[in-house]
Structures are given as structure tokens and as C-alpha cells.
């Protein structure tokens, strides 16, 4: 805003973010110029260290422009126009960082952000679905044709820093839906076989694979303890055999969580980080999907609620979480255009960020700060 163009710039994503590890900023004008410059020191620990710190020093800017004393006193008096430009800058700079210190010490309403960093598929032709971060962000794993017609897919490994994908399963019919367990060391998939979809296993790098059991793998407790499978009807199954299931991976034992019913479809689950509540998105029949959370432990689903965005939102249409004690994603409908966003919060609710609408309803970093784009 200050300089009429943007601080750092790319062609790519990748350029862009060379960019601003290496170069410097274009200069503002010098007033203003220095409290830009310190917020955008390389060394993190020279820069301001809250908002308040950057709200002072644009307080004490301001008042000197206003009274026509500069800090820098070897600088040549501003022109009318120049000067009239930095005190409207630095205006609107305070009062973003005024806004910005409300709303993210209070928790208590929404904050745009567009620090994530959104990664593409680049370079991967060919069908490429549900792609998911390893516990150290360092990976992903998807679902890949590996860019040969007519192949089924099958489950990939991939740096997130480059090299050739690996490929972790090598059967004759289509895998999908991959992701890691807790501790990174098997990666879980559904494989559809001819009587129907069933859940496997794999080493993270590859090896001898594990059925788990039949059904679609949904989610895996924090704990690695427990895996979330889905079983739709299916011809010679009583209706009993169908639903959402928690199935125990150490010894087998499972037990139905969510009964399948004609009246709704459930998908989308997710385990809470303390693992006391399994959250999915319920459609009830000619209604769009919502939000609801159910006991692990057993008990009645209620609808999921969020006090930190009730106001902004008509509805919340899914929650997952990233990271353990990292943070949740709220895909919700905006009240004031009715389109579908994304929040993140912290895993009690609180502390709600607005995700930019650039930001696919993709797969989340644990550490919050990557999307990754199929």
C-alpha cells in the first residue's frame, strides 16, 4: 500500500516464497519506511514483538507527521501531498493492527488471514485425489492414477519439498482416501474390492499391507488406538451390519458408533484431539449437510455449536481437526453471501481465523500453515 506494489513477488508460488526468505522489501517513504522495515526484519527477533509494540511506535509516527517533527532529521521536509499520503498510510496501518489485536487477543470474533501457504499438485498428471499431511508436515500421501489412463489409483508417498512420488500399494483395483497413523509409521487406505470397499494398511514407506477390516476407513484416533470404518448396505448384509464403526486396531474388537439410517447420510468424521467425541457431517434428506459431534464413548449426536462465529455463519457444514492440539477447520456458509469459507480455530472453539476464499477445502497442515491443492 505504502510503495504501490506488492512486498514480494513471484511467478510461482515456490519464487515467491524464495523471495521473501532472501530479498528485501521495496523502501516506503522514509517515515514510515522505518516502522515497515522493522516489522519485516529477517531475524524474527528484531522485529516488534506484538501488535502492540507496532501500534505505539505508528501512534508516536503519526503524532510527529502531524506536528511536522520527523524522527529523521537528515530527510529533507515531505511535500504537501507526500506528507498527507504517509499520515493516511500509517492511519489505515494502525488501524488494521488495532483490529487485528482485538480480534486475535479476544477470541472472541474472526480474523482474515492469508499467511497459509497453498501447495499444488504440480507436475502430477492424471487423476490425483485426498491428499493428506504426514505428522510432520514434511510429506503427503494421495490418491494417484500416476497419470496413466485408465489405471486404477493407487496410494503415493510424496515430499512436500520434491522428488519422485513412491508408490506404497500395487494392486489390480482402485485405492483410495490415504492417511497417516499418529505416530507416521503406517499409512491407512480403502481399497475397493469386488464385494466391497475394505480397510488396509501400509508402512509408510511401503511393504506388506494389513486388512483391518471391512468398510471404508474414516479417521484414526489421536492415540493410534482406534480407527473410524463405514459400512454401507450391501446385498446379503442385515441392517444391523451397517453404519459407523470403531473398530480397536491392537485385537479387532469393535462396536457400532453411528447406525446407517434411509432418512440421512453421515460422512466426513473426525476424531476430537482428547478423543472424547468422533465429529462428521450429517445430511438429512432434502436439507444440506450440518455439523454434529457424538460421544465415543456412546451416546445421542448433537449438533456441533461454535459461539466464536454463530454470528457470521448460517451454518457449519463440517468440523475436522489438524495437528493434536493444534486447531480445528470449520467448513461453514457465510451469513452475509450464503457462500461456503473455512475457519480455523483452536481445538476448543476459540480464536476463530478466517481462511481467504483462495483456499480449497483441502487437506491442513498440523501446524496450521499449509493447504494442499489437488
Not at 505504502?2 to 524464495?18: E, M, N, V, W, Y
Not at 516502522?35 to 519485516?40: A, D, P, S, T
Not at 476463530?352 to 476464499?357: A, E, M, T
Request: proline fraction near 8%; include cysteine.
Amino acid at each position: 500500500m505504502a510503495t504501490g506494489r506488492k512486498a514480494f513477488q513471484g511467478d510461482t508460488t515456490i519464487s515467491t516464497i524464495t523471495a521473501i526468505l532472501r530479498d528485501e522489501p521495496p523502501r516506503a517513504p522514509d517515515e514510515l519506511g522505518r516502522v515497515i522495515g522493522h516489522c519485516l526484519r529477517k531475524e524474527t527477533d528484531r522485529r516488534y514483538q506484538t501488535a502492540l509494540d507496532v501500534r505505539n511506535a505508528l501512534d508516536e509516527l503519526h503524532e510527529e507527521i502531524k506536528s511536522g517533527v520527523s524522527a529523521v532529521q537528515a530527510a529533507p521536509p515531505a511535500k504537501p501531498a507526500r506528507r498527507w499520503m504517509i499520515i493516511a498510510a500509517a492511519s489505515v496501518v494502525l488501524a488494521g493492527v488495532g483490529v487485528w489485536a482485538l480480534l486475535n487477543l479476544s477470541g472472541t470474533a474472526p480474523q482474515p488471514v492469508d499467511s497459509i501457504v497453498v501447495r499444488p499438485f504440480a507436475g502430477l498428471a492424471g487423476d490425483k485425489t485426498g491428499p493428506s499431511f504426514s505428522p510432520d508436515g514434511n510429506a503427503i500421501v494421495l490418491s494417484w492414477d500416476g497419470g496413466e489412463l485408465g489405471r486404477p489409483a493407487s496410494i503415493y508417498a510424496m515430499l512436500l519439498d520434491g522428488g519422485k512420488p513412491l508408490r506404497l500399494t500395487n494392486a489390480t483395483v482402485r485405492d483410495t482416501a490415504p492417511f497417516y497413523s499418529p505416530d507416521g509409521r503406517r499409512v491407512f487406505f480403502t481399497r475397493y474390492l469386488e464385494r466391497g470397499p475394505a480397510t488396509f494398511s501400509v508402512p509408510a514407506l511401503g511393504g506388506d499391507e494389513t486388512r483391518i477390516a471391512e468398510g471404508t476407513a474414516a479417521a484414526i484416533s489421536a492415540d493410534g488406538q482406534w480407527i473410524l470404518v463405514q459400512r454401507r448396505s450391501i446385498l446379503g448384509n442385515s441392517p444391523s451390519a451397517n453404519g459407523t464403526f470403531a473398530v480397536q486396531l491392537s485385537g479387532g474388537q469393535e462396536r457400532l458408533l453411528l447406525p446407517q439410517s434411509a432418512d440421512f447420510n453421515d460422512n466426513q468424521f473426525d476424531f476430537s484431539p482428547d478423543g472424547k467425541w468422533v465429529y462428521f457431517s450429517r445430511a438429512q434428506v432434502g436439507n444440506p449437510a450440518t455439523a454434529m459431534r457424538v460421544p465415543f464413548a456412546g451416546g445421542q449426536p448433537e449438533t456441533v455449536r461454535l459461539p466464536a462465529i454463530e454470528n457470521q455463519v448460517a451454518r457449519i457444514a463440517n468440523i475436522s481437526f489438524f495437528g493434536r492440539n493444534t486447531g480445528m477447520r470449520a467448513a461453514v456458509v457465510e451469513k452475509s453471501t450464503n457462500l461456503p469459507r473455512a475457519y480455523l480455530l483452536k481445538p476448543d472453539g476459540t480464536r476463530p481465523v478466517l481462511l481467504p476464499q483462495s483456499v480449497p477445502s483441502a487437506a491442513i497442515s498440523h501446524d496450521g500453515r499449509r493447504a494442499i491443492a489437488a
